[in-house]
């Protein structure tokens, strides 16, 4: 039997977990602080599609740690972070969903903190409805941030609903 050494998994795992964050697409990044080693503090935006419903994109944005851990992977990012969700194309909901359903999902710290997208539907008003939030094994954050999406027509298709 051969003998993995401890590094060895635990940069296997850290690997694994950047992975399990890779479905958001990066849109762009602005620098807000310098770092003499690593890489800078930046604000990342970052687009993804809702999976169980067609014709939506949120756009996320939010704060990634520099510097020697950052660039590492070790650092715990902020819980800031803002979402908007447009329609871009026709509304097809796949498949029913519940209430505060996570969307997307992306690691904040090596293994205790994450950033979550959860959906809501407002019925009476047609809406879907995306919370961003972060939350932590012990302690989570109050920080978060909200919008809504109409559920209209789009360009002469009506809009599908769950079946």
């Not at 807000?32 to 687009?47: D, Y």
């Not at 944005?61 to 194309?89: F, N, W």
């Not at 961003?132 to 999406?149: F, H, I, M, Q, R």
């Amino acid at each position: 039997m051969q003998r993995v050494p401890l590094s060895g998994l635990f940069f296997g795992a850290l690997g694994a977990l950047a992975l399990a964050s890779s479905q958001a697409e990066e849109i762009g990044s602005v620098d807000t602080v310098f770092q003499w080693l690593g890489p800078n503090h930046k604000i990342v935006v970052e687009a993804f599609d809702d999976p169980k419903i067609d014709g939506v994109t949120c756009y996320v944005s939010r704060s990634q740690t520099g510097g020697i851990k950052g660039g590492l992977g070790l650092a715990e990012d902020t819980s800031d972070a803002s979402i908007a969700c447009r329609q871009v194309g026709p509304i097809n909901v796949k498949e029913k969903f519940k209430a505060g359903e996570e969307v997307f999902t992306e690691r904040r710290s090596l293994l205790f903190k994450k950033m979550r997208v959860v959906r809501f539907l407002d019925q009476p008003r047609n809406t879907l409805i995306y919370l961003v939030y972060s939350d932590k094994l012990v302690e989570g954050s109050p920080k978060n941030s909200v919008t809504a999406v109409p559920i209209m027509p789009w360009a002469g298709t009506p809009p599908k609903t769950a079946p």
